[in-house]
């Protein structure tokens, strides 16, 4: 009997083991399935199950529950130190800022070799620097979703692609003054975090923070002055404002969509929610009232993708998957899919997706936008993909929360109070920045 027991025991483990070798396991945090309704991306759920029939090879996520990105990344890192931990790492840029970096500078990410990915070929140049180590699958340049019917109101002509900073400030400035404007993020956005970006606040080269030079009090001033002012009408308190702008996925920030989305009749921005200029969406494009242009304020390249853990299991098999997923058959999917808002990141697709286009019913504007991003996307075009180093990244948002705090408080600062404030925070990020 005992025998028999064993037996049974060997041939049940002997399959279980020839389940795991066939199997790929795709690390992701379950905050991103909340997020995009328990699948991070059709086109990679329609994968797993074309894989599993075409070669009986299971591809599944490892789902990692946590609270925080910040505790999501903590777990993750625990799985890379074991040997056959998770074979990829899925990546969807908006959200987790630098961390695709820090893993490529830590050696977690696997070096992608062209013979064992030959797709990686299609990709488009900027996506392809002397070594590879992280490959998208779709990508996403934001667009601004502005409202007709204000700006015929105010008599404002309709913008065209090429727009600047410029004629969204002074077409922001005429909607400002025409009436009581209530304050949200969006507004936040275009007074303090657009223009904060664009301080020259780190300098990586030489790891030194500069918080109290002219340029940051004259920010700081003019933001503080305007947000006071009787222009805008604050109908939420400051804690929440503060976290409907800074943590994206509160309650705060969900009421908040939901209240500019009642009151959008009477916002320039039409809809805070995502829309791609690459490819706009079939129920937006049907929307008259919705003009949809380049955001001039971002050069911002969202994509979802992988790394390849150089420890993880089945790797060959993983690069497989995602060779299959930047095919032809499975780019031109990207691109039809008209729930999900990326598109293809293979460039010898372009006439099959202008083909699409017209088939579709696409408008020529729609067409033209394409094209003229994509122009910017192959010319480089000081574009951003991976984002920036994790530290440097939380030293930026640590400041700009420093800064809301500074900008919206009922404190009036002397000069000298303002830079010794100044002084202090330099002196705090410094120390964090040299560790």
């Given at each position: 009997?005992?025998?028999?027991?064993?037996?049974?025991?060997?041939?049940?483990?002997?399959?279980?083991?020839?389940?795991?070798?066939?199997?790929v396991t795709i690390a992701v945090w379950n905050g991103e399935l909340r997020l995009h309704g328990e699948e991070v991306g059709p086109i990679i759920n329609d994968n797993?199950?074309?894989?599993?029939?075409?070669?009986?090879?299971?591809?599944?996520?490892?789902?990692?529950?946590?609270?925080?990105?910040?505790?999501?990344?903590?777990?993750?890192?625990?799985?890379?130190?074991?040997?056959n931990g998770p074979t990829l790492i899925y990546f969807y840029n908006e959200d987790y800022r630098g961390s695709a970096i820090n893993y490529i500078k830590q050696g977690v990410a696997l070096e992608v070799e062209e013979d064992k990915l030959p797709n990686v070929n299609k990709l488009y140049d900027?996506?392809?620097?002397?070594?590879?180590?992280?490959?998208?699958?779709?990508?996403?340049?934001?667009?601004?979703?502005?409202?007709?019917?204000?700006?015929?109101?105010?008599?404002?002509?309709?913008?065209?692609?090429?727009?600047?900073?410029?004629?969204?400030?002074?077409?922001?400035?005429?909607?400002?003054?025409?009436?009581?404007?209530?304050?949200?993020?969006?507004?936040?956005?275009?007074?303090?975090?657009?223009?904060?970006?664009?301080?020259?606040i780190i300098d990586k080269e030489k790891k030194k923070i500069n918080l109290n030079t002219d340029s940051i009090k004259e920010f700081l001033k003019k933001s503080k002055e305007k947000l006071s002012?009787?222009?805008?009408?604050?109908?939420?308190?400051?804690?929440?404002?503060?976290?409907?702008?800074?943590?994206?996925?509160?309650?705060?920030?969900?009421?908040?969509?939901?209240?500019?989305?009642?009151?959008?009749?009477?916002?320039?921005?039409?809809s805070n929610e995502t829309e791609n200029t690459l490819k706009v969406r079939p129920r937006r494009r049907a929307n008259k009232d919705f003009i949809i242009v380049p955001n001039p304020y971002s050069k911002r390249l969202n994509t979802f993708g992988f790394?390849?853990?150089?420890?993880?299991?089945?790797?060959?098999?993983?690069?497989?998957?995602?060779n299959q997923l930047l095919s032809d058959e499975n780019q031109i999917k990207v691109y039809t899919d008209d729930v999900y808002w990326f598109y293809p990141v293979n460039k010898e697709i372009e006439d099959k997706i202008n083909k699409k286009a017209r088939e579709r019913d696409v408008e020529e504007k729609y067409i033209t936008m394409r094209k003229h991003v994509l122009d910017k996307i192959k010319s480089g075009d000081d574009m951003n993909y991976l984002g920036e180093d994790v530290k440097v990244q939380y030293i930026r948002e640590s400041i700009e929360k420093d800064f809301f705090k500074i900008i919206f408080s009922d404190e009036e600062y002397t000069d000298e109070e303002l830079e010794n404030k100044l002084i202090e925070m330099e002196n705090k990020y410094q120390l964090y920045f040299r560790e």
């Open positions: 009997m005992l025998l028999v027991l064993a037996v049974c025991y060997e041939e049940k483990s002997n399959e279980t083991n020839n389940i795991l070798e066939k199997e797993m199950a074309k894989f599993k029939a075409d070669k009986d090879i299971n591809v599944k996520y490892d789902i990692i529950y946590a609270n925080t990105y910040e505790e999501y990344l903590n777990k993750l890192n625990i799985k890379l130190y074991k040997e900027i996506f392809k620097e002397d070594s590879i180590y992280y490959i998208p699958i779709g990508m996403n340049y934001p667009a601004v979703v502005l409202n007709k019917p204000m700006l015929d109101r105010l008599n404002i002509k309709e913008p065209d692609i090429n727009w600047t900073k410029k004629d969204f400030t002074d077409m922001r400035e005429k909607w400002i003054s025409s009436k009581e404007r209530i304050f949200s993020s969006d507004e936040y956005s275009y007074i303090v975090r657009y223009p904060y970006y664009e301080l020259s002012s009787s222009e805008y009408k604050f109908i939420e308190d400051l804690e929440f404002y503060y976290n409907a702008i800074f943590e994206y996925r509160s309650k705060e920030c969900k009421k908040e969509y939901h209240q500019i989305e009642r009151y959008n009749e009477e916002y320039l921005i039409a790394i390849v853990n150089k420890r993880g299991k089945n790797i060959e098999v993983g690069l497989e998957f995602i």
